[in-house]
């Protein structure tokens, strides 16, 4: 009940009606849309179709495209209109001076300046600034050139340099106090031409009082700090952006005249003066990064200034120990000083400062490790020269012995300091725990590298500087092999220590070359070191392959000792191509394949030495392939077998062209039995290969070069026999229904009964008139046109038997 009364009262206060009142309205309200609607297409139909019978009517020409805008053109009017002013108030000065007495000077330069100096206030209460920065521009000219008619009428004999720096100190200083007035302050160009206008005065002082480069280079510094004061504590920015590029300027030509008189100091005094400089210039650059970064702003800019500074500290610290000690001394003296910087990291300075002492410090270790470099990169790479002059004679000492072809470079031995004292700071210093495997890593090849060019430098007797190689790469591999808690954090990963071991033991191996005995000692060594290394299987990856590769050329240098030819010398080769082959049997892991290259490699190196004497390469060709068909015999390198093959092939080649065979299928029969063999094999171990994988290379490698050889040869023989065996295998197909074999015999029976069926022909062609064969050719389309459909039937019929055939 109370239900019904309240949505009797709802539809009473919502006036909503019936659903089929409702339902009524809906429909009138449609139709009356869908006739508006028609109305609307019919009107927008008739004014498409009036529009269209009306001619084109021109469009109304386009508005011209302003090029600029007014206050740029107001601003272009006001810079012309004040330099051209300026030029007429100079042309004034320079030209109409004389024909005014002293009164009349002053008078009109007085009122002149005064009037255009006081315009701008005038026009900036009328809201017209862009004027008043016209005419504030053009007064200060004035004043400029107020100075120089001082000069020329007041001041005459002042000396040039000197009034220079006066006037433009005090036009710094009337356009800084113009430029704060309370009616001139909104004006943007005084202070930044006063702050402009004060980069001259220092310098311009220090060349009227004196030509000494050192007080020209302090007043160049001391304006670097002034500007530096400015840009950081100035408030307006146009100043401060002035003050930077003056102080990064005049820094740095300050900073540069400095180091070069640092580095050209004749004695300690000279070199003391350099440095009180470029401590100048430091603490400009690191007074000011700090300043940055207590602020908080500018980190990047921070570190770079103080960057700067710390190199300004090396180069002049460094200059003074140039001065006092031996020349040799000079880059491990500034590396000295470049390390000192590295204190800041116990230091209580802000992070940027200390970044950027840091990076100071690694820039300059940097440097004096490049001017060490030609030291180690000779010391390395010398001894390759003995590769073509080998037991050409024992070296007179170890520098000689690296310097076969290139020269030793003029540098002091002091210089394998820097790699040292380098790595002994990224042992001792660095502690962050992501960068310090690689420190240390840094650190064992720096020493490492010192060491090796180390008894060249010092030009220390040959056998020494063998033995210092030699027993280095047995302490990398001793280190590989038992690493201990402290070794494993110095070198890791641990193939650093074999990295290191490998190229010790090449320069060791190349050394040796010197000498018959050296050469046997050393290979023997370094093979017996790596062999015995090859026990860890974690090691084996790398130090099998290299004792292999070390055994191999033991093996070369015993049979040259021994005076034995190459050819003969291959067959001793061949020993570690089946060391190899029976290590690769035992080992596991990822050392079998290196181990396998290795003795390929070896056996290449066989081949090529017995390559000029064909019975000793047939030989050795024949046992590599014994050695690979033992290598096919493991179940997981059965696809070797293929190479044993085609090395027997090789070998039988070799042999027959020793015997001076020239039967073609004496080479070929002996590649298509086992190939033929194989394809059987594959057929029977799976039904599903095709007759062409299986038995077409077989077939094709006799076949084809027979067929060839027959086309040219007079005789009978070749020919009969070539045809009898394209028949077996023909009729071989047939019978077992496989494609290869029938269309390669059929194909070679053919082409051979036609060469034998060629004389004859060419004679019947003679015997017969010309128009015989064209007869006989339109006899057979004849025959075929009558025959048609079953023609193609019967060839549907061999093309069905021919797919299906394998």
């Known amino acids: 009940m109370s239900y019904d009364v309240t949505r009797t009262t709802l539809r009473a206060m919502t006036h909503v009606p019936p659903p089929a009142e409702e339902l009524r309205l809906l429909d009138a309200e449609l139709w009356r849309l869908d006739a508006r609607r028609a109305q609307l297409l019919t009107r927008r139909a008739w004014l498409l179709t009036a529009l269209r019978s009306q001619a084109p009517t021109a469009a109304p020409p386009a508005r011209p495209r302003r090029e600029t805008t007014a206050p740029r053109v107001q601003n272009v009017l006001l810079l012309l209109g004040g330099v051209l002013l300026s030029i007429a108030a100079m042309v004034f000065t320079l030209v109409s001076w004389g024909h005014l007495g002293i009164t009349g000077r002053a008078l009109v330069l007085g009122v002149l300046t005064l009037a255009v100096l006081a315009a701008p206030v005038a026009l900036l209460r009328r809201g017209l600034r862009s004027t008043a920065e016209s005419m504030a521009g053009l007064g200060l000219a004035l004043t400029a050139l107020d100075a120089y008619a001082l000069h020329e009428t007041v001041f005459p004999g002042a000396d040039g340099a000197a009034y220079a720096a006066s006037a433009t100190a005090a036009l710094a200083a009337l356009w800084t106090a113009y430029g704060s007035l309370p009616t001139a302050s909104d004006l943007r160009l005084p202070l930044p031409a006063a702050m402009t206008m004060a980069q001259l005065p220092w310098f311009l002082a220090a060349v009227a009082v004196s030509t000494d480069p050192y007080v020209i280079t302090a007043a160049l510094l001391l304006t670097a700090a002034f500007d530096t004061i400015v840009a950081l504590r100035g408030t307006a920015k146009s100043v401060r952006l002035v003050a930077v590029l003056g102080a990064y300027g005049t820094g740095a030509w300050g900073a540069l005249a400095a180091g070069l008189l640092s580095w050209c100091a004749a004695g300690p005094s000279a070199a003391a003066r350099a440095a009180a400089l470029l401590t100048l210039a430091a603490a400009i650059a690191v007074g000011s990064a700090w300043w ?29 120990l140039r001065a006092a000690l031996p020349g040799a001394w000079t880059v491990p003296g500034y590396l000295v000083c470049g ?119 010092l030009q220390l007797p040959y056998a020494v500087a063998l033995s210092a190689q030699t027993l280095t790469a047995a302490a990398a591999l001793a280190v590989a092999v038992f690493p201990s808690r402290a070794t494993s954090a110095f070198l890791r990963p641990a193939v650093l220590a074999l990295v290191l071991a490998v190229g010790t033991s090449l320069s060791a191996a190349f050394l040796s070359l010197a000498s018959r005995p050296a050469t046997l000692t050393v290979l023997s060594l370094l093979a017996a070191f790596f062999a ?43 020993l570690v191509p089946v060391a190899a082959a029976l290590l690769a049997a035992r080992v596991t892991g990822r050392a ?11 056996a290449l190196l066989a081949v090529g030495l017995a390559i000029t004497d064909p019975p000793m390469l047939a030989l050795v060709l024949a046992l590599c392939a014994v050695i690979a068909a033992g290598v096919a015999v493991r179940p997981d390198r059965r696809p070797v077998g293929h190479a044993a093959a085609v090395l027997f092939l090789l070998a039988t080649w070799v042999r027959l062209a020793t015997w001076d065979v020239g039967t073609v299928e004496a080479y070929t029969v002996p590649a298509t039995v086992p190939a033929l063999c194989l394809g059987a094999w594959r057929r029977r171990r799976d039904r599903l290969t095709s ?38 295998v023909t009729l071989l197909g047939a019978r077992h229904r496989l494609q290869a074999p029938l269309l390669l015999g059929g194909s070679v029976l053919t082409l051979d009964a036609l060469h034998e069926l060629a004389p004859y022909l060419a004679q019947l ?26 023609r193609i039937r019967d060839v549907r019929r061999v093309r069905d038997v021919l797919t299906n055939m394998h």
């Not at 270790?365 to 003995?386: D, F, K």
């Not at 008139?769 to 006989?776: I, N, Q």
Request: hydrophobic residues 55%; proline residues 9%; positive net charge.
């Open 292 to 320: 940055r970064a207590k602020s908080g702003t500018g980190t990047l800019a921070a570190v770079g200034n103080t960057l700067a500074g710390g190199l300004f500290l090396v180069a002049g610290a460094g200059g003074l």
């Open 339 to 457: 390390v000192a910087l590295l204190a800041a990291l116990r230091s209580g300075l802000s992070e940027p400062v200390r970044r950027g002492l840091i990076h100071a410090s690694a820039a300059v270790q940097a440097i004096a490790l490049a001017c060490a470099l030609p030291l180690i990169a000779v010391a390395l790479l010398g001894p390759l020269g003995w590769a073509d002059r080998p037991w050409s004679g024992m070296p007179s000492d170890a520098r000689a012995a690296v310097t076969v072809h290139t020269p030793w470079p003029p540098y002091p031995a002091q210089l394998l300091l820097a790699p040292l004292l380098v790595a002994a700071v990224l042992a001792l210093l660095v502690r962050t725990e992501s960068w310090r495997p690689a420190a240390l890593n840094s650190a064992a090849v720096l020493a490492w590298a010192t060491l090796m060019a180390l008894p060249a430098a």
């Open 532 to 574: 015995a290394a090859s026990l860890r299987p974690r090691l084996a990856p790398l130090t099998a392959p290299t004792a292999l590769g070390y055994a191999a050329a033991l093996v070369c240098a015993i049979g040259a000792a021994a005076g034995w030819q190459p050819q003969y010398t291959a067959l001793l080769v061949l």
């Open 592 to 602: 079998t394949l290196p181990v396998e290259l290795t003795g390929a490699a070896t």
């Open 691 to 728: 007759s062409w994988t299986a038995y077409g290379p077989g077939l094709a490698a006799t076949l084809l070069p027979s067929l060839a050889a027959a086309w040219d040869d007079p005789h009978w023989t070749r020919p009969l026999l070539l045809g009898t065996a394209a028949l077996a």
């Open 765 to 790: 062609t003679g015997a017969l008139p010309r128009w015989a064969p064209f007869a006989l050719a339109g006899a057979l389309l004849l025959a075929l046109g009558s025959t048609y459909e079953r």
